[in-house]
């Protein structure tokens, strides 16, 4: 911290109101693989100060590399004289530390760093999938580990040094029709969390259940997601809850505190605070030690997400949801429930089983209307059997009506990342009633 | 060192090092950006970045990039690199085709500095739209960011590029509202040029027609009756299909499956070149040379000279997007389509500025020989399968065309439909162009890339509605 010290004294002596530094040092890899073979291994190191300075209601969002005194003088009278041309923001503040810090255990795996291993289970993953009925293996194996020191001059000094692994394996399985596949994706913070083996195998067994697809009416389906397939949605409930986009007019829940937005068996929170999960952090970019935030209390909005800043303006606390300066998400957390794939598939009269989307686009992020198309094998299930398979089909839904139709929700709620999704989110299985399924004519 | 120092130093000493291939990007990069929501600024940063990234072969491939340009830690990642590309189980798949080395030195011209500009100078271009526009829609939120990039491409076989190209951006998102009716729409304008570029889109007047259209919508607008219907689409709509449907699956990567577990692969497969999948009047091309635009270069990231590529001849499919490494595999040259975002990301196929060639109509006379379609005017919402084959495309701004005239305007009509429907459906191109800017994603992680798409307006007969 001698770099961020020194930087905050100069900041100080050129007048700088609020600050906050936050200095990263990571190193990650990533090994790629695509027709069973791996195709490269990359390596990625990279260090930054990341700087947020204000001057009255004045901000402004910067990084420093070269952290020398020299540079780091001139780089903070370079920082003011750009601050004095902004216009004001509708900026109210930081937090005020000192905060205590839940412990750092679970957050690192010296494991995750060791690449030699990695790639011997990716081979280990690909010949799996190959064994499993895939004639195509594709995918990333990837280990990172990340240090980070942020301090503020309003009393905050925080650290944590995290680790993370992540497994994405697509099994493709060429027929006389065509392709199949199954994808799965897989996040831990070290190499033995992630299964990658079994999500191998997962991966070529979804895969083969989609060799004789065939093609359905289009009209109103129960849908079956598996975590994959809905992370990319459900974390859009994380973003529409910011206060952020209730002010710029990019979000569903405006005006609907304390109102009915989805089904009674659904609770949503905003949830970092799990450190075995990827995704989770001590505290948040102010520093503010992170907390479960319950968005949605059995079917009824209960919160917006601040940073110390919005939650001023709107004579709240904050949430611990900084973002600088926006308040963002950190985790979306669907909450478990009871049930299973088995009874979600036998209460279903006419439904699919949707392993993946993507392309999840919005016609009206105020609405939340969106449609997403299903990727990989879909199921198509009848009268509460599994009968077939099928393909090229679109789900076109809205986030509320949605929530409101979510009828069975699963026991297990798992961190989930994939290539469509910006944040690890924790989702388990859920089934949605009545969604509208269409196709080209 | 800096960037350009370090990029010399990491290629000596790899090759010293015994690597049998090397190629190194190195970037020194200014960034600002800026952004308001009706009036208020709640976004300014500025940032610098430079570094290095180094591919290696040695047996198998390796890369790295970092931003700590010092010579022991740069020796340190060059050693564990080569040792790294060793320990691979050699993929022979994996080689790339050779090309012509060159030695050059080119920029994008720039009229208004991109640093002649002070902050409150830029600010106060979105603070001037916001004045303009400020009754026009009830949410605004307004973007502005620029760059200027140094890189240096370096090969072990010889060639040195070096370029400057500075870049701005744009976009807006407004939203209106009729009696508890929302309609919204996004649009971005990017050019590889100083300032000058900002008058030119004139914003202001597209962001004012634009809401008083989606007003009116709102307040008179029908739903469509579903059923087969002549569509003719306006340059905003062509740029996202010719990008969506055209480019992407004819990107060598994808036909190949190298982007198989993440932007998926393509309908397109490797013996369908010279294949007819669309109308004889359908001609899209992709290329980077086009002075000014967004998608500029004269030399990929490879060091491989940029040309104009036609992806689709006469309805036919003509040519594959190429690097280096899906050239070789498919027996070719590479024609200048490697792109990184910056010297941290490896080089993989893209698009640069991807339009559909004007034909010889007038727009009206696209609209005068219809009696019973849709004029599609912007779009919000759009999606398409991952092999690029089946495409949703849900209008903003549209109007039902009535025996040769324009007549109601329409809520939100949607195309669903496939790539080759779509393409042999189109019996007339018109000849007024227009490109948007978009930044494309592909690759893991994820490389956003700044890109055009765009040309005329197109007719389509006889295609699904709803």
């Known amino acids: 911290m001698e770099a961020a010290n020194y930087f905050m004294k100069e900041l100080e002596k050129n007048n700088a109101d609020d600050i906050i530094l936050k200095e990263v040092n990571a190193k990650n890899y990533q090994i790629k693989f695509y027709n069973s073979k791996i195709d490269i291994v990359k390596e990625y190191d990279f260090s930054k100060l990341i700087v947020f300075v204000t001057k009255g209601k004045k901000t402004m969002l910067t990084s420093v590399k070269k952290l020398d005194k020299n540079n780091l003088k001139k780089k903070a009278r370079e920082i003011m004289k750009f601050i004095s041309m902004l216009p004001d923001s509708d900026y109210y503040g930081i937090a005020d530390g000192p905060f205590k810090y839940r412990s750092k255990d679970g957050l690192f795996s010296k494991e995750a760093m060791n690449i030699s291993k990695a790639i011997k289970l990716c081979e280990e993953a690909i010949s799996e999938a190959m064994d499993n009925g895939a004639t195509r293996v594709a995918g990333v194996f990837e280990g990172s580990e990340s240090n ?11 650290s ?42 997962e991966s070529a067994e979804i895969s083969i259940q989609g060799i004789k697809s065939k093609k359905i009416n289009v009209g109103k389906y129960d849908i079956i997601y598996y975590p994959l397939a809905s992370s990319s949605i459900i974390e859009n409930i994380g973003d529409a809850a910011s206060m952020f986009s209730v002010e710029t007019q990019s979000s569903c829940f405006i005006n609907k505190l304390n109102k009915k937005v989805g089904n009674d068996n659904v609770t949503i929170s905003d949830d970092p605070t799990n450190n075995r999960n990827p995704g989770s952090s001590l505290y948040d970019e102010e520093g503010v030690p992170t907390r479960k935030n319950i968005i949605i209390k059995e079917g009824v909005f209960k919160k917006y997400l601040h940073n110390t800043s919005t939650a001023k303006k709107y004579k709240t606390k904050t949430t611990a949801n900084a973002g600088i300066p926006k308040p963002e998400a950190s985790s979306t957390k669907l909450h478990p429930k ?93 089934k949605v009633k009545n969604v509208l399924v269409t196709r080209p004519k | 060192m800096n960037y350009e120092a370090a990029a010399e130093f990491a290629m000596n000493y790899a090759l010293k090092k015994g690597a049998e291939f090397v190629d190194v990007r190195a970037d020194y990069e200014i960034g600002n950006a800026f952004a308001m929501h009706n009036g208020v600024l709640n976004f300014a940063s500025s940032s610098t970045s430079e570094g290095i990234g180094v591919r290696v072969k040695n047996k198998g491939w390796s890369f790295f990039s970092t931003n700590k340009l010092e010579k022991e830690f740069i020796k340190k990642l060059v050693s564990k690199a080569i040792n790294q590309a060793q320990k691979i189980k050699l993929n022979d798949d994996v080689k790339l085709s050779d090309e012509r080395t060159y030695k050059r030195t080119y920029s994008a011209k720039e009229k208004i500095k991109v640093s002649s500009l002070s902050p409150d100078e830029k600010i106060k271009l979105l603070k001037d739209l916001e004045k303009e526009t400020k009754n026009s829609a009830e949410g605004r939120t307004y973007y502005l960011s620029d760059t200027q990039r140094e890189r240096i491409i370096l090969t072990s076989e010889g060639t040195r590029i070096k370029s400057y190209i500075p870049q701005v951006y744009s ?155 899906s050239a070789y595999a498919l027996g070719t040259k590479s024609n200048g389509s490697a792109r990184s975002t910056s010297y941290s990301f490896e080089p993989i196929v893209r698009m ?39 495409q949703k495309y849900v209008g903003a701004e549209a109007y039902e065309i009535k025996n040769g005239k324009l007549g109601k305007p329409l809520l939100n009509p949607v195309i669903e439909i496939t790539t080759p429907q779509l393409y042999k459906a189109v019996d007339a191109v018109a000849n007024n162009t227009e490109y948007f800017a978009g930044t494309c994603g592909k690759g893991e992680p994820m490389q956003g890339i700044p890109v055009w798409f765009g040309g005329p307006s197109f007719r389509m007969r006889r295609i699904f509605v709803r």
């Open chain 2, 352 to 390: 640069s500025n991807t339009f559909m060639l004007p034909g010889d109509y007038k727009e009206e006379e696209l609209i005068e020989n219809v009696k019973d379609g849709v004029y599609i005017k912007s779009f919000m919402e759009w999606n398409i399968d991952d092999k690029r084959l089946n």
């Open chain 1, 338 to 430: 009871d049930s299973n794939i088995e009874e979600m598939i036998r209460t279903t009269k006419k439904g699919l089983i949707v392993t993946n989307t993507w392309y999840t686009r919005f016609q009206s992020y105020i609405k939340g209307d969106f449609s997403t198309i299903p990727r990989d094998t879909i199921l198509i299930v009848k009268n509460g059997s599994i009968v077939g398979s099928t393909y090229g089909i679109r789900l076109n839904d809205n986030l509320i009506r949605m929530m409101k139709n979510i009828e069975l929700i699963g026991k297990k709620s798992k961190p989930i990342a994939g290539w469509e999704t910006e944040r690890i989110n924790q989702i388990p299985l859920f």
């Open chain 2, 171 to 325: 976009y807006y998102v407004i939203s209106v509202i009729n009696n508890s009716k929302t309609s919204e729409h996004f649009l971005s304008f990017g050019a590889s040029s100083g300032y000058e570029s900002w008058k030119k889109w004139n914003l202001a007047e597209r962001i004012k027609r634009e809401a008083g259209t989606l007003k009116k919508s709102l307040k008179y607008g029908k739903t469509i009756k579903p059923g087969f219907k002549d569509v003719v689409v306006a340059p905003e709509v062509t740029g996202i299909i010719v990008h969506e449907s055209c480019g992407h699956p004819l990107e060598a990567d994808r036909v190949l499956g190298r982007e198989a577990a993440q932007a998926g692969e393509s309908f397109v497969k490797p013996n369908m070149l010279g294949q007819l999948i669309g109308g004889v009047n359908v001609n899209i091309a992709d290329d980077p040379t086009l002075p000014g635009s967004f998608g500029f270069y004269l030399f990929d990231d490879e060091g491989v000279k940029a040309r104009r590529k036609m992806l689709m001849k006469n309805g036919r499919i003509n040519e594959f997007l190429h690097n280096r490494e």
């Open chain 1, 160 to 201: 944590q040094k995290e680790s993370q692994t992540y497994l994405s394996i697509r099994s493709l399985t060429d027929h006389k029709n065509g392709t199949s596949s199954g994808h799965m994706t897989s996040i831990s913070r070290d190499l033995k969390g992630l299964d990658a083996v079994n999500k191998a195998k």
């Open chain 1, 148 to 158: 980070e020191k942020l301090m503020s001059n309003h009393n905050v000094r925080a």
